[in-house]
């Protein structure tokens, strides 16, 4: 519900932003200038767990960053790779820790053609990503109930280690808030490839994906710098 | 757009996704139990057997104490000395039941826990009012299975 209702209030942010940005644009004559391929790169860092950190215990965060090289002003090769650390108590009993590097690769594509010269780093993007984690994960207090007495006891499953793949589609946008300093929001679907064995103690969290199983909705709000 | 209500935004949204609760039910079930059907020779069908005691030979733990017209028996097993050896009574008549089977973890969900399947090896009887067994279906786990079935 929560992931519902977040995506609502994205589109509709998305939409007024999207929408403000094309009122800008309307009284300006139109450049016919050719854009040359090479239009720059902006190294982005997502801000989002930087908050989130701090609300979390020290055994729970992420950092994110992101270079996207600008092509013809319309094609946006994307780089992305961070760290993530992910430590959740589940309510069965279940202790879950999972680290490692995550990195992914796409392209975006601007798919609103800017019509002005001073604003061609607003941007309205949307793209596909490969995502790609190696992580260890450690499961501690499994409950197991003995059937013969009905007792109650526990196990551990750590130094587990898992390399995951996803595939991310992407919409965004892109806002150029003061010279060469953007502003950016994205939300992301991502699908897993592959499924988790059945019986084996596959990960709960994998880095940089999100909640293991089906796919899931993430949010970026990012803040970077065009070189 | 302002930078103040970019930041705003990015509070808000942040914030929305940051209070997900993780909420984890078990909605599966976590029994396993070696399931025996009771039939008369010959028949495809259960039927009920007036008396039935069932106990544990080895800890002289009694799972039926003379329990009346049942037509299954549901036992757990011990997943650390693979082996059963169970007295079974039909009726008046005592019969040996040794149930061989391997045991290995089974990993249901982070809502459920894990739990110990069995694969069953070998099954042995006396027969005095057991006439014959199959055994349907070797892999004991959360499946409602009938693994052995005995006749008389």
């Known amino acids: 519900m929560n992931n519902i209702f977040s995506f609502t209030v994205s589109v509709l942010v998305m939409l007024a932003m999207t929408v403000e940005t094309a009122q800008s644009q309307t009284t300006v004559p139109e450049d016919s200038v050719r854009a040359p391929l090479w239009q720059g790169v902006t190294v982005e860092i997502d801000m989002a767990p930087v908050v989130t950190n701090l609300f979390n215990d020290r055994s729970s965060f992420r950092y994110e960053a992101a270079a996207r090289i600008n092509l013809l002003n319309k094609y946006f090769p994307v780089i992305e790779a961070g760290y993530e650390s992910r430590h959740q108590q589940l309510n069965s009993g279940i202790d879950f820790l999972g680290t490692g590097m995550f990195y992914k690769a796409g392209v975006d594509l601007s798919i609103i053609k800017s019509e002005l010269k001073h604003s061609i780093n607003n941007k309205f993007l949307l793209g596909a990503r490969i995502g790609m984690s190696n992580f260890e994960y450690d499961v501690t207090n499994i409950p197991v109930r003995n059937a013969i007495n009905g007792s109650a006891a526990s196990v551990d499953w750590t130094g587990q280690r898992q390399t995951a793949y996803w595939m991310e589609i992407v919409a965004g946008i892109r806002i150029e808030v003061v010279k060469r300093v953007i502003m950016g929001w994205s939300v992301r679907t991502k699908n897993p490839f592959g499924e988790a064995e059945a019986g084996s103690v596959g990960p709960w969290y994998i880095p940089g994906f999100g909640r293991a199983g089906d796919s899931v909705w993430a949010f970026n709000y990012t803040i970077g710098y065009q070189f | ?152």
């Not at chain 2, 009920?48 to 733990?61: A, F, H, K, L």
């Not at chain 2, 050896?85 to 894990?114: H, P, Q």
């Open chain 2, 1 to 152: 757009m302002k930078l103040s209500t970019f930041v705003y935004l990015i509070a808000t949204c942040t914030l929305l996704t940051a209070c997900q609760a993780e909420e984890e039910t078990c909605r599966e079930s976590t029994e396993v139990n070696l399931r025996i059907g009771l039939y008369k020779a010959g028949a495809t069908a259960v039927s009920t057997v007036d008396s039935v005691t069932v106990r544990d030979i080895d800890t002289d733990s009694t799972f039926y104490a003379n329990r009346k017209t049942i037509s299954r028996i549901e036992l757990p097993l011990d997943r650390q000395t693979n082996i059963a050896r169970l007295a079974v009574r039909l009726n008046e008549d005592w019969d040996t039941l040794t149930v061989i089977y391997n045991s290995e973890a089974f990993f249901i969900s982070y809502a459920c826990g894990m739990v110990f399947t069995h694969q069953i090896d070998t099954v042995l009887t006396t027969r005095h009012a057991v006439d014959s067994l199959k055994i349907p279906v070797k892999l004991i786990n959360t499946a409602n299975e009938q693994h052995i079935q005995l006749y008389r």
